[in-house]
């Protein structure tokens, strides 16, 4: 049968502006949770990650926040470029295991206007 | 810097045929994983693999899958009898502990 997919939300910044993209997970037993990047046609790049002992975490550009109350994850991107657009998603995994397999959100689609 | 390698990056194939798809996974890494995403959706859980046998599997990963390390590089996803349904971007990644795991550029198979 034909398969619809799934309309993904789309954040359109500025380039030069600062970008948020939120997520919504769904165990309250994950404790480590991680962002990727997926350009068109290429695999999910790893961005940042967190553990759920932490709040907050800052790379290059990027501050991913955790709020375990609400299960709810942001990636933060300051002064957004062009080379920033792509597919976000979130991921959360419950560790504790000989492995940990990760489950993935629905991605928000990042579009960066010059 | 490693990388997660996968080939072919295009898979063709009729519905019954089997295929496999190849995946190199970063030297050091002691966890393998299979993922698939169906075009305009999420990224899914197929299987993860360590220590030379499955670890978990998801309910998609049913009888026409296997997964198998045959050397001490390669890490392949077999399908024996495809069908329609199977035409996805398929990932691989990897990781040293249980922790990021790093994923491939993917392969698209087309079943037709």
């Known amino acids: 049968g034909e398969s619809v997919g799934l309309h993904l939300p789309t954040l359109s910044v500025q380039e030069g502006d600062n970008s948020i993209i939120n997520c919504a997970y769904s165990n309250s037993a994950s404790d480590y949770f991680i962002w990727y990047k997926q350009e068109s046609g290429k695999g999910p790049q790893f961005i940042i990650d967190i553990r759920s002992n932490m709040d907050k975490r800052q790379g290059q550009r990027v501050t991913v926040l955790l709020n375990k109350t609400v299960k709810h994850l942001s990636l933060q991107i300051a002064a957004t470029q062009p080379g920033d657009s792509a597919v976000y998603f979130c991921?959360?995994?419950?560790?504790?295991?000989?492995?940990?397999?990760?489950?993935f959100g629905t991605g928000t689609l990042l579009a960066v206007q010059p | 810097e490693p990388e997660v390698t996968q080939t072919p990056s295009h898979q063709v194939t009729q519905m019954g045929q089997e295929v496999i798809l190849r995946c190199v996974p970063i030297s050091n890494h002691l966890y393998f994983y299979w993922y698939r995403q169906i075009l305009g959706q999420k990224v899914e859980f197929l299987v993860s693999f360590y220590n030379n046998e499955i670890s978990e599997k998801s309910e998609i990963f049913d009888d026409q899958f296997s997964v198998e390390r045959p050397d001490g590089s390669n890490f392949t996803l077999k399908i024996r009898s495809t069908k329609l349904e199977d035409s996805a971007m398929y990932f691989c990644?990897?990781?040293?502990?249980?922790?990021?795991?790093?994923f491939g550029p993917g392969t698209r198979l087309t079943v037709l």
């Open positions: 990644a990897s990781s040293y502990v249980t922790d990021t795991q790093y």
């Open positions: 991921a959360e995994n419950k560790s504790g295991g000989a492995t940990n397999k990760l489950i």
